[in-house]
């Protein structure tokens, strides 16, 4: 099983600051299948990232994800208001799926 | 608005057995390969199984082998997960989810999802 791990567990900072949220693989994915999704309480998650680095449908161009291999990132430019929620890194790169356990992302 | 909606979640005692379902609308059903989610109280999520576009195949965690049965009937637009002896640690909202590309390999990410469904395991 390829195990992610996100860091931090919990990132607390101001709207309009700039946030960066890691995720590592212990196994290298291929063809980036690596994904992001934000998840606000009580509430499904949404696809905010695909294929390490491609917005989803609707997604403001502030949330960018790179990445390859073992190491991805993804960024929020300038947090505003709405964007304070958890985000979960997954892997897609075989027919077995794994999450990391997430980023809590805190107004501060 | 693609819209997915979860049923069939409950109080259930442990060893019983219970199926979830996923109706499906305003997309065409039978073009995508649909999940089952599943996070426990206050915990992450976990991937539980994924069955392709036309119910060909499937495939579980690990976790779950033996015990999870996707299906999916594409007439009806409805997704199924059976699950059989159910377990206290099975307690969790479980969500159904699409994948995002039209007829593709079992490999890529979730577009949508519904808004779940709670199974509690308790005696």
């Known amino acids: 099983e390829n195990v992610l791990t996100q860091s931090p567990g919990a990132l607390s900072l101001s709207p309009g600051e700039r946030a960066t949220l890691s995720c590592r693989a212990s196994?290298?994915?291929?063809?980036?299948?690596l994904a992001w999704y934000q998840q606000k309480p009580g509430q499904a998650p949404r696809l905010l990232i695909y294929?390490?680095?491609n917005r989803a449908t609707g997604i403001p161009d502030r949330f960018s994800g790179s990445g390859s291999g073992t190491d991805f990132t993804l960024t929020i430019s300038r947090l505003e208001p709405e964007d304070f929620a958890v985000y979960y890194c997954?892997?897609?790169?075989?027919?077995?799926?794994?999450f990391g356990q997430g980023t809590k992302l805190e107004i501060k | 608005q693609v819209q997915l909606v979860e049923s069939g979640g409950g109080v259930v005692q442990p060893g019983r057995s219970l199926r979830l379902s996923c109706a499906a609308s305003?997309?065409?059903?039978?073009?995508?390969?649909m999940h089952w989610v599943r996070q426990a109280p206050v915990k992450g999520l976990q991937w539980v199984a994924v069955?392709?576009?036309?119910?060909?195949?499937?495939y579980y965690a690990d976790s779950v082998k033996g015990r999870f049965t996707i299906s999916r009937d594409n007439s009806k637009n409805t997704l199924y997960l059976q699950i059989n002896s159910l377990r206290p640690e099975d307690t969790a909202v479980y969500y159904c989810?699409?994948?995002?590309?039209?007829?593709?390999?079992?490999?890529?990410?979730?577009?949508?999802w519904g808004q779940g469904t709670v199974v509690t395991v308790s005696s």
């Open positions: 989810a699409r994948d995002r590309l039209i007829r593709g390999p079992v490999v890529d990410a979730f577009d949508m």
């Open positions: 305003t997309f065409t059903f039978s073009n995508y390969a």
């Open positions: 069955i392709s576009y036309d119910g060909s195949n499937t």
């Open positions: 196994q290298g994915l291929s063809s980036s299948y």
């Open positions: 294929g390490a680095s």
């Open positions: 997954q892997q897609y790169g075989s027919s077995q799926y794994s």
